[in-house]
């Protein structure tokens, strides 16, 4: 689960930046690497980007129970 939970980081990180560089500067940096929006390669890293976020959820879990444990010490 630990390379899972890498990956996951990894694109999320990625689809932040794109993003972020699509609010600043109207530029989609991987529909530009890999040939458009309607590109198949882009729509697969959004689609994986998009899983990643899904996946991540789970971490919401985590976050509450560590916060639990401090405030009952």
């Known amino acids: 689960m630990k390379g899972l939970d890498s990956v996951a980081l990894i694109l999320l990180i990625v689809g932040g ?5 699509v ?3 109207q530029f989609d ?5 890999f040939g458009g929006q309607d ?3 882009a729509r697969i890293v959004y689609i994986l980007v998009g899983l990643s976020a899904l996946y991540s959820l789970k971490f919401l ?3 509450n129970r560590d ?3 401090h405030t009952t010490h």
């Open 29 to 33: 940096l991987v529909a530009s690497i």
């Open 17 to 21: 930046i794109n993003w972020l560089l």
């Open 23 to 25: 609010g600043l500067l």
């Open 67 to 69: 916060n639990a444990r």
């Open 39 to 41: 590109a198949l390669l």
């Open 61 to 63: 879990s985590l976050i």
